[in-house]
């Protein structure tokens, strides 16, 4: 069928894109790169592109429409072709042609144009609509049908009951003159069969008996110049539970009737894959008459009384010596007795030699036969049926799990997923033990399963499992459980549960789901913005850019942008002023509801780790990390070790258990809010990565307080889409980002009082969110100028906190200038400072000693645990470490000091 020039024109700028055609000449394209096994052999039809296939067809076999690959191309059909006055249908007509493959030659009065609305969620799609027999008409849904809890509606209040759709061109003779009539349940699915040269009609449903079509059939074939014929009726419903179970009904049901009557499927009842229905088949030309008598021997093998039959079924077609099978969801192995079979063949032989008449091949056949079907051996060798769907490797951990499907033959028991070691599946003692885990029961031998698994196993999809929820950097994928999103489209879990993003095949590998979604594609409430502005203002603004540029910290870090860091932020203040308001608010926007950070100093440091590992591009929010009582764990945590979480490198490591040396290094994915009652005291270098952000009660009023209110009011499953939108939006978000950046970092270096590169880089990079966070929130003008220039005055603060001293830090200094400008000049001993270098400007102090020293004089000295958390901060006089040293007093020797350098102090010594 010939594709539309709009349709190809949009479609071969990406195939050439994705595929690198060698060959793009003539009318055909050749020689394109297989996402599957990476040849250059892909080809398709240059004029009309709708498959794509592998030529290596032995070694590879892939093949895919382009309808699959690019969805968005065929997904929104009014939009794309108007409704006029000349051509009222016309996104309904390039629908089928397009999207269905049908040719509309004697439809064109069959099916109209309409219109549905979801009243309850406002959105509304083109559809394609259709009228039944009897007053009723059925309606399909061609403006991204996704959106709708469903894609196709009939008329309510009608009734098609015992009816048939079948084309309007084909009359009721037509029907009777037919060898065959197939039953389909689509009406595209019967289209399609009529398009292929099979005579057909749609049931609309596997639930419903065209009992008044066959009444008017029979009664035309009673009345007419044939009343004899009697055209055999194919029940070819969907593959799956309900239609093999409807077809196994409607065929006895008709049989009773007195009609000819088997079955069709699309695949065979032990099948997998993908599930195609005869739509589908016709877009990959599976439709043929050779094909169509494969798909009549699967409604056969679904017929079989018992596992006897469908076990004869089998061996007749393949003439196989032993294999397994499935019947009523338990699992049978079938062999033959090949020496009962040749007894009966020489037996015969040996009459008909005494009778000295000659063989007769026919009867020899008919023979062997039935010594064949008596000669099956069938056993269970499974209270169940399963199947391995894909396998799970998982390369950071060298671990690798198969899962399984595995059903039941009682209807009360729904089918489960498990997972399987390798030594689980290779072992049949450890597959018995591991299926019974799950209620099943084998009794088959380890050379069976072995047979089983090696049918099974050869092309199953690889699955990668993410330790983490979020971005994954390598794949360029946002996982979040429930959806993914990759270069704008969103993905839900196939039938396996995991994502297959083109190539890619990808799960959370965790239990644990962090986020909980409620998605509408349509429809983003942002009508908390204005809450949000009135109860915290520029800082809510600042705190919301935060948490939305984080969930694009990776491709700041790295591709595509390459800036090498995220900054962090702090929200500080007395409690009381909002601080966890506004973060759980910003958290339900993200999907996590009831969460609003960790405690480090609560925490173990493997609990750190998984904390820090367990997202990719979501915040992790840090609560109260700096409180200066001491803990509890094998070693405090620091603000120092934050540093390469800026970077993207790892903040933790920990060893692999595999016998080897290596380590498990997982690099920092997220982004870093602090929220505690006080600021971080921290060196330099940490202070210079974090944005900080001071909350306090200046701010509140009665309108305030009525506004924060409602923020926590808000439902997580009105506003959780917001993080789908966002990401949804990566390319133009980063686009914008990009472009703003390089402007507000120009700015605010010229600005003299921001005189450190990294400020003007991390207050650039939020400035830079800030405009682009507009592409999904409706910021004003002014709104945005005054957080703008309140971000601005942030660096600008931050900046002056960087160069300036702690009170604490500053304090300690002062004893000790004290203490030692009182020492007897001269004297070996007594000297606070214990370096001997002391003239290069290095110091060394004993803190118990400085103690002791201040309370003689009665001098006031922090306490020692704040003097730890502050005099690494030291800025004036740097610390360089804690060390032993030999002290410059008498009789002292070797001590423990805490050692720092004061250039100043080294010029003065030499002047």
């Known amino acids: 069928m010939s594709m539309r020039d709009d349709i190809r024109r949009e479609l071969l700028p990406r195939l050439k894109a994705d595929f690198q055609w060698k060959t793009d000449k003539g009318s055909w394209l050749r020689r394109g790169k297989c996402p599957d096994c990476g040849a250059f052999e892909v080809y398709t039809n240059a004029d009309s592109p709708w498959m794509l296939k592998c030529n290596r067809q032995e070694k590879c076999g892939w093949e895919e429409t382009v309808r699959d690959r690019y969805p968005e191309i065929f997904d929104t059909w009014s939009n794309r072709y108007q409704k006029t006055r000349e051509n009222p249908h016309a996104a309904a007509d390039a629908y089928l042609t397009d999207a269905r493959k049908l040719n509309l030659m004697g439809m064109r009065e069959a099916y109209t144009q309409e219109w549905f609305q979801d009243q309850k969620r406002g959105i509304g799609s083109a559809t394609v609509r259709f009228p039944l027999p009897g007053g009723s008409w059925w309606e399909r849904l061609i403006d991204q049908p996704g959106r709708f809890e469903k894609k196709a509606n009939f008329a309510y209040g009608k009734s098609y009951k015992g009816q048939a759709w079948q084309r309007p061109d084909v009359s009721i003779e037509d029907m009777a003159d037919a060898e065959s009539i197939w039953i389909a349940e689509g009406i595209f699915n019967a289209w399609a069969l009529e398009q292929a040269g099979q005579r057909a009609v749609s049931a609309m449903s596997c639930n419903n008996y065209p009992e008044e079509f066959l009444k008017q059939l029979r009664a035309h074939i009673a009345t007419s110049d044939k009343p004899l014929r009697s055209p055999r009726l194919v029940f070819a419903y969907d593959a799956g539970g309900a239609g093999t179970s409807a077809s196994r009904q409607h065929v006895k049901l008709a049989k009773e009737q007195g009609w000819q009557a088997s079955a069709a499927q699309p695949c065979g009842e032990d099948e997998t894959g993908k599930v195609l229905d005869w739509n589908d088949l016709l877009g990959l030309d599976r439709l043929t008459a050779d094909h169509r008598a494969e798909y009549l021997w699967f409604g056969k093998v679904l017929l079989a009384k018992d596992a006897q039959e469908k076990a004869f079924l089998i061996w007749e077609k393949h003439r196989w010596t032993s294999f397994h099978f499935t019947f009523g969801n338990r699992t049978y192995w079938c062999a033959i007795d090949v020496a009962v079979v040749q007894e009966k063949i020489d037996e015969y032989r040996k009459s008909r030699t005494r009778e000295l008449k000659d063989i007769d091949a026919s009867v020899e056949a008919e023979i062997r036969m039935q010594a064949s079907r008596e000669a099956l051996m069938v056993e269970e060798i499974a209270n169940c049926a399963f199947r391995v769907l894909y396998r799970q490797r998982d390369d950071a951990t060298d671990e690798t799990r198969f899962f399984l499907n595995i059903s039941f033959p009682s209807g009360k028991r729904p089918s489960v997923k498990g997972d399987f070691t390798a030594a689980q599946l290779r072992k049949a003692s450890n597959f018995e033990d591991r299926l019974f885990a799950f209620g099943g029961v084998w009794t088959g031998s380890a050379h069976q399963l072995t047979r089983i698994l090696q049918q099974q196993t050869p092309d199953l999809p690889d699955v990668r499992p993410l330790g983490f929820t979020g971005y994954c950097r390598d794949a360029k994928a946002y996982v979040f459980g429930q959806y993914a999103v990759s270069s704008g489209r969103v993905y839900k879990p196939n039938d396996n549960e995991f994502f297959q993003i083109g190539k890619q095949a990808l799960k959370l590998g965790t239990s644990e789901r962090l986020l909980d979604i409620d998605y509408d594609a349509d429809q983003l409430d942002t009508s908390w913005l204005a809450d949000l502005w009135t109860a915290y203002g520029a800082k809510g603004i600042v705190c919301l850019t935060y948490f939305f540029g984080s969930l694009f910290a990776e491709q700041v870090r790295f591709a595509p942008l390459n800036m090498k860091s995220f900054p962090f932020l702090e929200m500080y203040g007395l409690p009381g002023t909002g ?265 060394a102090v004993r803190l118990n000693e400085m103690e002791a020293r201040c309370a003689e004089k009665r001098l006031q000295l922090p306490t020692h645990s704040e003097l730890i958390r502050a005099l690494k901060t030291s800025k004036s006089r740097r610390f360089i470490e804690q060390a032993t040293v030999n002290s410059i007093n008498d009789n002292i020797g070797a001590v423990r000091c805490w050692v720092f350098h004061d250039p100043s102090r080294a010029v003065a010594k030499h002047s």
């Not at 009582?629 to 979480?645: G, N």
């Open 579 to 843: 601080k966890s308001t506004l973060v759980e608010f910003l958290w339900k926007l993200l999907a996590r509801e009831g969460h609003e950070g960790f405690d480090p100093a609560k925490s173990t440091p493997a609990a750190i780790a998984r904390h820090l590992g367990k997202v990719g591009n979501l915040p992790v929010v840090l609560i109260e990390g700096d409180r200066r009582e001491e803990a509890s764990h094998s070693r405090k945590f620091e603000w120092e070790e934050l540093k390469t979480a800026y970077n993207g490198r790892t903040v933790r490591s920990r060893g692999v258990r595999n016998g080897g040396m290596e380590t498990f290094d997982p690099p920092f994915r997220g982004s870093i809010v602090i929220e505690q009652n006080e600021p971080v005291n921290a060196s330099r270098a940490v202070l210079e990565r974090i944005m900080s952000l001071g909350f306090d009660m200046a701010h509140f009023t009665p309108e305030t307080k009525i506004a924060a209110e409602r923020l926590e009011q808000w439902p997580v499953e009105k506003i959780s889409g917001f993080i789908l939108h966002a990401v949804r939006r990566e390319q133009e978000i980063l686009n914008r980002f990009a472009q703003a950046f390089a402007q507000y970092e120009t700015e605010l270096l010229a600005m003299p009082a921001i005189r450190t590169n990294r400020l003007a880089k991390t207050h650039g990079q939020l400035l830079a969110f800030l405009d682009a966070i507009r592409t999904i929130v409706p910021i004003s003008d002014s709104q945005q100028a005054e957080t703008a220039r309140f971000i601005v005055q942030m660096a600008s603060d931050r900046q002056l906190a960087v160069n300036s001293e702690d009170p604490i830090v500053s304090l300690f200094w002062e004893r000790f200038d004290y203490l030692e400008e009182n020492e007897t000049k001269g004297a070996s001993t007594g000297k606070i400072n214990h370096h001997r270098r002391w003239e290069e400007g290095l110091i």
